[in-house]
């Protein structure tokens, strides 16, 4: 069985847990406490899986990798069910621009080892640390919506009628938004197709608060 190394709060965690539920294969949690003791990503065991001390890791067999687009890309390749990028080799490019618009130029400033940084290294205050956070997911966030607003889509979807990889990596950077009440009344196209998104039994099963160790800290 798959194991899924994951953290209920991490965004990156919960887009393949996303596409793990739509793809409907058996997997396995394994919850990694990123805020107890300092954090279980850092001890020894967890580096000899990921020497980055990040999650999400995957485990297929013999198999260890790591980084959650590559995963997603890499259950994509094996497992043909629900695909996560369209045929068309243009709408493929497309899913892959926006979900590495969140996942590599929002997430990555925003995430928590940067987070603690700020606050810990450079000893900022909240309301700089909040200015900051703010400021990548705005930027992100008008470009994802213009990009949205200037291309023929039809459908609840970012790219129409089928759930992609964009979607994947829009609805837990939407729950985070939330949990630092950023305001989103402007993104209209956004919240419509988080909506849409949540309604579904996958996105549902995935979400941080339904995770066997949400709320342990």
Sequence with gaps: MIKLYSYWRSSAAYRVRIGLNLKGIEHKIIPVNMLKDGGEQHGDKYRRLNPQGLVPTLIDGQHTISQS??????????????????????????????????????????????????????????????????????????????????????????????????????VPQMYNARRFNIPLGNYTALCAIEQACLKLEAFIQAAPENQIDANGS
């Excluded at 929002?106 to 995430?111: E, G, Q």
């Excluded at 606050?119 to 900022?124: I, T």
């Design 69 to 170: 687009l590559a995963i997603l890309e890499y259950l994509e390749e094996k497992y043909s069910q629900t695909p996560l990028l369209p045929n068309d080799i243009v709408c493929r490019a497309e899913a892959r621009q926006l979900a590495q618009l969140i996942a590599c130029d929002i997430h990555p400033l925003n995430n928590l080892r940067v987070m603690q940084y700020i606050k810990r290294d450079l000893q900022v205050s909240d309301e700089v640390k909040d200015r900051w956070y703010e400021n990548w997911i705005a930027l992100g966030f008008d470009a994802f919506e213009t990009r949205l607003l200037s291309i023929d889509r039809e459908g609840p979807y970012c790219l129409g009628e089928n759930i992609t990889l964009a979607d994947l990596c829009l």
